[in-house]
């Protein structure tokens, strides 16, 4: 079988994944140093795509980047290679990439279209099965070059794990500069690994808990603008802004339906908050729970069915489920400790939240009927977590003690791989994007 | 009716003899924030304008000598006792100047998640909104903000300084809703 070395390596890492995510004891996972490199990862030489100028290299190096991050692959140095790609069409020697382990061989080049456009072209490569896995060729404008490189990482991605992957997406962001306390914050949207910032607010207002639409050109927050904290919806090709509803009160802790035709969010009148949705297109909202508590935090389900919120309702935070009409409110969470920023998996199988327990603030898991709960990080203070879209990656934020701001981080969703997500300053409330079309 | 320290009272006539004393202690007593409640009301009847020295009925007035904050227990939105007295002072102090809109600011300290916190600090703000109300101050001039967690006024790893920004915070005029 064409792909039969590369079945022997990813099922060696799955396998290590399964094994992983079946432990229980919350404890163990958290002990575990990523460092140890307790899951496999692939090795594979991503050589530098032929191009008359530096881009390819450029490309090459953004794959390699990806893939590395991710956990799931090792690519090799450079200075390992011994055959140097003269066509990247034309079968490579696998002996060369054979001898120094690169599982995988990664090949392309880039040109200039008459119109300008730029042609990216790759080639995966099976080294010990020696034949082609994938090949793939995309057109873009030049200024473009880095999304084309995310996408031909996905490429890779899928191919050798048969999930899709989540290297074409951005992030959008809380962006926090200066003392603790005169902080500024902006809204921020960048690329999944840090590059491409740019500013969506400016600072004057507190701006808070960005989440995106389903269809991505949207993002619904929260701002101080006007000293009325209010949800938002801001498209991101205009800049355009608008209040979501017509509220009595605080509005605040928005996400979007999954079809994206509402916003669900908490309203705060005197000492309570309850959790509303405004339909985006006949303007009308509609109220879901009635507690003297606070009940915050709204996430629906992927297929819209059921929504995981946060509750006070019982003394301390803790996670509720209901159905979207507002209907069963069932309590999930029975750990010790609070829980509080329920987000549902993109595949439906899981809860993410921050748990505050022990002085400690941890990021963790569970599955929708609050069983299975398993720590992935656990300190000082970490909050808010995110799923990429493919559900195996975790964005969070993370505040150590004292002066300094918060910064991001990702994680793999069995505990390992934890990674900084470099921002320009201090940074908050990540929120990953759909893949990109 | 008005609440004065007697003793600081008759500290401060003595101190009046000479004005620049006076200034200088009223200055400090600002940096430091720290017994601003014990200082005289009517530090401006005794003629002491200067530099530094609060006008009555000015906000300054009702920061130093009124006291425009209360603090609040780990999670907590009840108004401990001496919380009470210095709401009883503002409202006290309100009747008095009663052209000033007012809004109560809510906050919460970090060791929280940010949603919850807006809701903490709005449940805060509404619990103190009440009792000044219950003290005679008109529901239509309060207005209350939540700012969660953040806008700490002291900056910390520790549970001491965690209490001073777990607090509802009365500021004359300003926003709100």
Redesign the interface.
């Given at each position: 079988m064409i792909k039969s070395s590369f079945f022997r390596a990813v099922m060696v890492a799955a396998g290590m994944l399964t094994a992983l995510m079946a432990a229980t004891p919350a404890n163990a996972v958290v002990e575990i140093n990523i460092n140890k490199g307790n899951i496999q990862p692939l090795p594979i030489a991503v050589t530098d795509f032929l191009s008359n100028n530096d881009l390819g290299a450029q490309i090459s190096q953004v794959i390699a980047a990806d893939l590395q991050r991710s956990g799931l692959f090792a690519p090799i140095n450079k200075s390992a290679f011994i055959e140097k790609i003269a066509d990247p069409n034309k079968a490579p020697r696998f002996e060369d990439w054979k001898v120094i382990n690169a599982q995988a061989l990664v090949t392309g080049r880039i040109t200039r279209e008459g119109d300008g456009r730029l042609r990216a072209e790759f080639r995966l490569w099976d080294t010990f099965a020696g034949s082609q896995m994938t090949g793939q060729q995309f057109f873009t404008q030049p200024e473009n070059w880095r999304r084309v490189a995310h996408i031909i990482a996905d490429a890779i991605y899928k191919q050798i794990t048969g999930e899709n992957g989540y290297f074409d997406t951005r992030v959008v962001f809380v962006s926090e500069s200066g003392?603790?306390?005169a902080?500024q914050?902006q809204l921020a949207i960048m690329d999944q690994d840090g590059f491409n910032v740019r500013m969506l607010t400016n600072t004057k207002d507190?701006v808070?808990?960005p989440r995106f639409s389903p269809s991505r050109q949207e993002v619904t927050y929260?701002s101080?603008e006007?000293?009325?904290?209010r949800v938002y919806l801001l498209q991101l090709e205009t800049g355009q802004r608008e209040v979501v509803g017509n509220f009595p009160?605080?509005t605040?802790?928005p996400r979007f339906s999954p079809d994206g035709q509402k916003v669900i969010m908490?309203l705060?009148q005197?000492?309570?908050?309850n959790i509303y949705t405004m339909d985006l297109r006949s303007r009308t909202t509609t109220r879901l729970t009635s507690t003297a508590a606070?009940d915050?935090?709204p996430s629906y389900a992927p297929d819209g069915g059921r929504i995981a919120f946060?509750s006070?309702r019982g003394g301390?935070?803790q996670i509720y489920v209901m159905n979207a009409d507002g209907s069963g409110q069932t309590r999930i969470s029975f750990g010790d400790g609070s829980y509080?920023?329920p987000v549902w998996s993109p595949r439906g199988d899981l809860i993410a939240f921050?748990k505050?327990s022990g002085g400690k603030f941890s990021i963790g898991v569970m599955k929708p009927d609050g069983s299975g709960e398993r720590i992935l990080t656990s300190g000082?203070?970490n909050?808010?977590p995110t799923w990429a879209p493919n559900g195996r990656v975790l964005m969070f934020f993370r505040?150590n003690?004292?002066?300094g701001g918060p910064q991001l981080y990702s994680i793999d969703l069995t505990g390992y791989n934890e990674l900084q997500v470099k921002t320009p300053s201090y940074g908050?409330?990540p929120a990953w994007s759909p893949l990109l079309e | 009716m008005s609440r004065i320290d007697t003793s600081a009272m008759s500290r401060m006539q003595i101190l009046a003899r000479n004005p620049a004393v006076i200034a200088l202690t009223v200055a400090l007593a600002l940096a430091g924030c720290a017994n601003k409640k014990n200082l005289p009301n009517n530090a401006g009847e005794l003629g002491l304008n200067g530099a530094g020295a609060a006008t009555p009925g000015s906000t300054q007035d009702f920061t130093v000598n009124v006291g425009d904050r209360i603090f609040f227990d780990t999670?907590s939105?009840s108004i401990r006792a001496d919380a009470q007295q210095t709401l009883d002072r503002q409202a006290q102090w309100l009747a008095r100047y009663p052209n000033y809109a007012i809004t109560v600011e809510g906050h919460a300290d970090?060791?929280?998640?940010?949603?919850?916190n807006?809701?903490?600090g709005?449940?805060r703000a509404?619990?103190t909104k009440?009792y000044l109300a219950s003290r005679g101050v008109p529901a239509n001039r309060l207005k209350t903000?939540?700012?969660?967690k953040?806008?700490?006024?002291?900056?910390?790893?520790d549970i001491s300084c965690w209490s001073q920004n777990r607090r509802a915070v009365t500021v004359l005029g300003?926003?709100?809703?």
């Open positions: 003392p603790k306390t902080r914050r507190i808070l808990t929260m101080f006007g000293n009325q904290p009160g605080m605040f802790s908490s705060q005197e000492g309570n908050s606070i915050t935090s946060e006070d301390r935070p509080s920023t921050t505050q000082f203070h909050e808010g505040q003690a004292g002066a908050s409330d | 999670d939105t970090e060791r929280g998640t940010r949603e919850y807006l809701a903490l709005a449940r509404a619990a009440e903000i939540s700012y969660g953040e806008r700490p006024v002291a900056v910390c790893d300003g926003a709100g809703m």
